[in-house]
């Protein structure tokens, strides 16, 4: 059964070349977000096996979001997505429960390597 995903952008043209990225890799892609608020609520809803967030988005940050959502499901596999320049905030990230990160701009192989690698497939 294919793994499911919920994408967490503030950017519309980043949340579809992620969606390319999973789509296109036998993974189906069940809901997208533009903020940390809606993350949280998609999460609830969804149930996602996987959830890519972005770190900085308005309302609430990413690093909020996968704390509220690792405190609903502490079992939730969050992968943060950074642009370069931002590790002390992937460290707190990974603190506040995120399993991995990847670094904006994505490669397609990157993505899949650290995704399979973060739901054990690797």
């Known amino acids: 059964m294919a793994k499911r ?3 967490v952008d503030d950017a519309i043209f ?3 070349m992620i969606k390319d990225i999973f789509s296109g890799s036998g993974f189906e892609v069940v809901g997208e ?5 809606e993350a949280v609520e998609k999460y609830r809803e969804l149930k996602p096996d996987l959830t890519t967030m972005d770190i900085v988005m308005p309302f609430k940050s990413g690093i909020e979001a996968t704390r509220d959502i690792v405190k609903q499901d502490h079992k939730a596999v969050i992968v943060m997505c950074s642009a370069l320049g931002q590790e002390s905030l992937v460290m707190e990230a990974i603190e506040a429960g995120a ?9 397609a192989e990157d ?4 995704v399979k690698k973060v739901l054990g497939e690797a």
């Open 33 to 37: 977000a533009a903020n940390g608020l």
């Open 5 to 7: 995903v919920l994408i």
């Open 111 to 114: 993505v899949l390597s650290v």
């Open 14 to 16: 980043m949340r579809n």
């Open 99 to 107: 399993s991995d990160f990847i670094v904006k701009p994505f490669k």
